[in-house]
């Protein structure tokens, strides 16, 4: 389902970047993903300073093309996260998630004074670097702990994340995945009205999802995972009682 969403997403939003920094987006993926390339690191660090040059040249006439670069060094500097986090490096981890979450929130600035051949661009392009600032915080934590960092808590209590995934949700109704992220983080503030709201354009998306027992794509079930406990015990199974 998710797969068919994706696809029928991009034939009504095509991809609005330039061709050639793109191809640069490809090039760094295909160059993350080679574990075997022995100067990779090397490269990428390479690659790194090339990019952080060319978004410094950048005018603000060409804010797409500067966004989408910087999109690019968020990527770069988020990539190395859970490495650092496992290996104990806190300084390390720390100065690259400051440089994640600075690139994204600067991409998502100049996105947000875009438009596509004189039309808006796609809501959900520009809801993708949120998503991206959110997920810095998180994969600077193992997963085990998540559920309890008071910095994360902090995050979400004081950033739009959880605001615009409801404007995102009334554009795009059937985005379950930010319906059912949007849950997870309401349980975990105790936000029994943000639970509520979610979890219905949860079970709107896909009904699926009634079944608390329900497994999509390869993610635990509700039922089997403590970060929606909460919402669970609290909001969910009392309002079906009363239903």
């Known amino acids: 389902i998710t797969h068919i ?3 029928l997403h991009e034939q009504v939003f095509p991809n609005p970047y330039p061709a050639d920094v793109e191809a640069l987006l490809l090039l760094y993926n295909h160059l993350q993903q080679s574990k075997k390339h022995s100067t990779r690191d090397a490269d990428i660090d390479s690659l790194e300073v090339y990019v952080r040059a060319q978004c410094a040249l950048e005018p603000d006439a060409r804010r797409l093309r500067r966004a989408r670069l910087t999109w690019l060094l968020g990527n770069i500097a988020f990539d190395r996260l859970a490495a650092l986090r496992d290996s104990g490096q806190r300084e390390l981890l720390a100065r690259n998630k ?3 979450i600075t690139a994204y929130q600067q991409a998502l600035d100049d996105l947000e004074c875009c438009d596509n051949n004189g039309k808006p661009l796609d809501a959900f392009l520009i809801y993708k670097l949120r998503q991206n600032i959110l997920a810095c915080y998180l994969n600077s ?7 309890s960092d008071p910095e994360i808590r902090q995050y979400l209590a004081a950033s739009d994340y959880l605001q615009q995934s409801r404007l995102m949700l009334k554009q795009e109704p059937f985005q379950w995945t930010i319906a059912r992220n949007g849950l997870r983080f309401c349980s975990l503030l105790q936000d029994g009205e943000g639970v509520a709201f979610f979890f219905n354009h949860l079970i709107a998306a ?3 999802f009634e079944n608390l027992d ?3 794509n390869s993610q635990p079930a509700l039922r089997n995972s403590s970060s929606f406990q909460w919402a669970i015990t609290h909001i969910i199974e009392p309002q079906e009682i009363n239903h």
């Open 214 to 216: 329900y497994s999509p």
């Open 141 to 147: 934590v193992h997963e085990n702990k998540r559920d």
């Open 5 to 7: 969403i994706q696809q």
């Open 206 to 208: 896909y009904k699926g």
């Open 98 to 100: 400051l440089n994640a």
